[in-house]
């Protein structure tokens, strides 16, 4: 694993053999923002690896997010960018973070809550 995956490997909230999930440095105003990155040093992701790990992590914030909805946004500048990753955010975010989220490809999925 890279020195920078190790080096935050204490603030991992999720960890396996492929992959783990972070909270966001910068949390642009949102109470929560994760991403999952992958531990290959590799900006793209076999297909098929790339669904499974994209179906994961939708579970995941499903139990993860406490509100009816979060988004799950296409790569943009990250901490890791030679690592692939994707985030995942609510909608709590600043003005200009909420007017980017809705410039950038994204896909909303109901959580656990939102299910009821
Ligand atoms: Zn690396």
Redo the contacts with the bound molecule.
């Keep these: 694993?890279?020195d920078?995956?190790k080096r935050e490997k204490k603030e991992f909230l999720y960890e396996d053999k492929q992959c783990f999930i972070v909270k966001t440095k910068n949390m642009k105003g949102h109470k929560k923002r994760v991403m999952i990155v992958s531990?290959?040093?590799?900006k793209t992701l076999d297909r098929t690896i790339e669904k499974r790990l994209l179906g994961f992590f939708v579970v995941w914030c499903k139990s993860y997010f406490d509100e009816p909805t979060f988004a799950l946004v296409e790569p943009t500048y990250a901490t890791?960018p030679?690592?692939w990753h994707r985030i995942a955010c609510d909608w709590n975010g600043t003005k200009k973070e909420i007017k980017q989220l809705h410039y950038t490809p994204h896909i909303a999925y109901s959580t656990k809550e939102g299910e009821k």
């Design positions: 694993m890279c920078i995956l531990k290959e040093h590799s890791h030679e690592h």
